[in-house]
């Protein structure tokens, strides 16, 4: 868990990066209202989890699952996220099966080493994939 209450703050840099994306080019936002939307949309998600959480709880499971997500946001009256949320995880669970590209990393010699990337290890109790 954390220790700090700072530390459950989402990314600045990539919160501004949504923010920026989110509005028209010609709007500037102040440094309070990105603050103040980063501060929100960690509420959000710790808000969300916990009712995921208690979801998992309900059908003895310790895994979070993408179901929980969904149930939780159905619970807390956000169904317009669910269809989104929902593609999401369609296209996620799609490119599991994909072969992930290479990268190449220098070895001690200094010589570059072609690596795999390594999968997620997440998997879903329901079907084992």
Do not use: C
């Not at 980063?38 to 998992?56: D, G, P």
């Not at 169904?79 to 590209?101: A, N, T, Y």
């Amino acid at each position: 868990m954390a220790e700090k209450l700072e530390d459950l703050n989402l990314p600045g840099a990539t919160v501004a990066r949504i923010i920026k994306e989110s509005l028209p080019d010609n709007v500037i936002i102040g440094k309070d209202a990105r603050a103040a939307l980063s501060r929100a949309a960690s509420v959000f998600v710790l808000f969300l989890t916990s009712q995921a959480s208690q979801e998992a709880q309900r059908e003895k499971r310790k895994t979070l699952l993408g179901q929980d997500v969904i149930k939780a946001l159905e619970e807390l009256e956000f169904e317009d996220f669910i269809d989104p949320l929902q593609r999401v995880l369609k296209d996620f669970k799609e490119s599991k099966g994909k072969k992930q590209p290479k990268s190449k990393k220098p070895n001690e010699n200094g010589h570059e080493e072609v690596e795999e990337e390594q999968e997620d290890d997440i998997v879903d109790e329901e079907t084992g994939d």
